[in-house]
């Protein structure tokens, strides 16, 4: 660790005076006290483009100060405590110089962002937002302070970066992280559309802010290799995660973000993440997260497409070897056996990641979420049942779903395992999810807005639906894991031939009979197509479709089977007729529930029929 160093500052040090032992150990000396008047280094500077952050400048000035590298050694251990679940250990490490040094300033904001994020509590929803503001003070006071001269020059060419100082154009990354942070808090600290607006422009500042730091990147001369690496390790993460979010929205969404000045390419966006886990910068891990993240959830969730779980299967080798008890890598490795169909495998490591710490329970909520689905595949209903009701009982995201699951895992018991007490259970849970329903920006969230309907079904049909929770299994696309091993599959649809069969068999005819024969059939469809059997599949689907003009809600179930049938065609190398399905659907359906998470999987399917590679300069290659 480096020698410690005084800093004179209104009269309260003086030459020779010790520095105070919790900051004796550190290096201090920089450019001089930030309440000096050195032009480099303001504490009354705006900062840019944000004013919700405009009285946020008001930090005092420190009388002491923490050296680059020093910062960064104590933001790399911070790190490894993190990911090895000492999770007090890395806040008591950051949290003392939040105020005076950039780096442990952004660190103490990530813990804030998370628990907010976890927890949805507006108190911690506030405190991470107040830590943010404050972050951002830090990294102005450090950011390079232009002359009005070289302000309008800025205009018309770029800066010689060479001048900045490496303390200056860090500064510019950890602004850049902690205006991005900033931007997703925003969409959560209140549900109003100006709010949405409000985030949307500081994604935007964030994205310039990221796409400048690549220009540093390139054009400057870096007199230190290891400051260069976790310079780029942010870099990358921060131009690679934005890649890959933008290439996953739909081509309408993607039209009116490059006409704002985004850009997205996926192919880009991991490449880049892959040359960010590959650099021994302290961003190395968060870059290891996004891949994860990316493979073993995005890709399952919004589209047809499958991750690399081999590239997984590597990154968590390593990771677990030198994280063997951290939480995250644990879950991931859960994540990594549930989606090979390893169910058995993947409670194991759900399980181990659920008790290896209990300072976050609310990370535990991910478990649970997890558990829950994979003993649906295993079709022991109660055991899920167990899991969707500690959602119900500990998480605020979103307790309409939480409710709705539930009630939807218990229904699936046979007549005779239901008690009065689980009777009484789901009509309660029934009657009491419309009532959490959430709304953002005057809207409702899509999925809330479902199950809200099927709420009213349920008691519109005698208290009846018609199987939940493998229609909620469907429409989170967990019918891809059933695919990987047959008789995961064969279990699933033996239950909807069952139900098929009962269905029409009936001769007392009611309200929503072709409703619930369509939703039955389109779920014989698709798990048929996972078992590889397109034929039957595309049958069962083409009744489905024969059925719109006879249904009386469920309207999204036929977009839905014109998109299976597109997906089957795309696997036995129809490329025509999957792409005409898939525009039939862009074009003339509309209105119908989950529409946009439809798109999302059109879109995946049809840039890889297409093969479209969007035209895009990549502000990493000079």
Not at 141 to 167: A, C, H, M, V, W
Not at 251 to 258: F, P, S
Request: with cysteine; hydrophobic share 40%.
């Amino acid at each position: 660790m480096k020698s410690a160093k005084h800093v004179h500052k209104n009269d309260n040090t003086t030459d020779g005076q010790q520095a105070p032992s919790s900051i004796r150990r550190l290096s201090i000396e920089r450019h001089g006290s930030p309440g000096t008047s050195t032009s480099n280094y303001s504490n009354t500077q705006i900062l840019d483009d944000d004013d919700d952050f405009q009285d946020a400048v008001d930090i005092d000035a420190p009388q002491f100060e923490m050296d680059l590298d020093t910062a960064l050694e104590e933001a790399k251990l911070a790190i490894n405590y993190f990911f090895n679940n000492k999770f007090d250990d890395a806040r008591n490490l950051m949290q003392p110089w939040a105020n005076t040094s950039m780096y442990h300033s952004i660190g103490a904001c990530v813990f804030a962002f998370l628990e907010a994020i976890l927890t949805f509590e507006q108190q911690h929803i506030q405190e991470a937002s107040e830590s943010l503001k404050r972050c951002l003070s830090v990294c102005n006071r450090y950011r390079r302070k232009n002359t009005i001269t070289e302000s309008l020059g800025k205009t018309f060419r770029r800066p010689n970066y060479d001048q900045y100082t490496e303390t200056e154009v860090h500064a510019e990354l950890c602004s850049a992280e902690a205006l991005l942070l900033k931007a997703m808090l925003t969409f959560i600290e209140d549900e109003t559309l100006s709010s949405l607006i409000k985030g949307g422009m500081k994604i935007r500042n964030c994205f310039n802010s990221y796409k400048e730091c690549a220009v540093i990147l390139n054009q400057r001369k870096w007199s230190s290799d290891s400051s260069k690496a976790h310079f780029e390790s942010g870099v990358r993460m921060g131009i690679g995660s934005f890649n890959l979010m933008i290439s996953l929205l739909p081509g309408r969404v993607i039209k009116l973000l490059e006409f704002i000045g985004f850009s997205g390419n996926k192919q880009v966006g991991l490449q880049d993440l892959i040359a960010g886990y590959n650099l021994p910068g302290i961003r190395q891990v968060l870059c290891v997260m996004q891949l994860l993240g990316y493979h073993l959830i995005v890709c399952f969730v919004l589209s047809h497409q499958e991750g690399d779980l081999d590239f997984c299967d590597e990154i968590l080798t390593k990771q677990l070897r030198t994280y063997p008890e951290g939480a995250w890598f644990l879950f991931f490795k859960g994540r990594l056996e549930f989606m090979k169909g390893n169910l058995d495998e993947s409670i194991k490591w759900y399980k181990k990641s659920w008790r290896s710490q209990n300072v976050w329970p609310q990370f535990h909520h991910l478990c649970f979420w997890e558990l829950l689905w994979v003993n649906c595949l295993k079709l022991d209903w109660r055991e899920s049942s167990l899991y969707a009701g500690f959602l119900v009982e500990g998480s605020r995201w979103s307790r309409t779903i939480y409710s709705y699951q539930k009630a939807a895992v218990l229904l699936m018991l046979q007549p005779n395992e239901l008690s009065d007490l689980d009777r009484k259970t789901i009509d309660l849970l029934m009657k009491d999810a419309p009532g959490y329903k959430q709304r953002i920006a005057g809207k409702s969230l899509p999925m809330e807005k479902f199950i809200c309907k099927k709420c009213d079904r349920f008691f519109a049909q005698k208290r009846n639906l018609v199987l939940p929770a493998i229609e909620l299994m469907y429409l989170w696309n967990i019918f891809k894991v059933a695919g990987k091993h047959f008789h995961i599959a064969d279990g699933i649809l033996r239950i909807i031939d069952k139900k098929l069969n009962e269905l029409l068999e009936k001769n007392k005819k009611e309200p929503y009979d072709v409703d619930n024969k369509a939703l039955t059939l389109l779920l014989k469809g698709a798990c048929l197509r996972y078992m590889k059997s397109p034929l039957q599949a595309i049958k069962c689907l083409e009744q489905v479709i024969a059925f719109k003009s006879e249904i009386k809600e469920d309207t999204y179930l036929i977009p839905y089977a014109i998109v299976e049938i597109g997906l089957i065609y795309a696997e036995q190398g129809q490329k025509d007729n999957a792409i005409a399905c898939m525009e039939d659907v862009k074009k003339n359906y509309t209105g119908y529930s989950l529409e946009s998470r439809l798109h999302f999987r059109i879109h995946a399917a049809l840039t890889d029929l297409k093969g479209k590679t969007n035209e895009y300069i990549n502000p990493l290659q000079d």
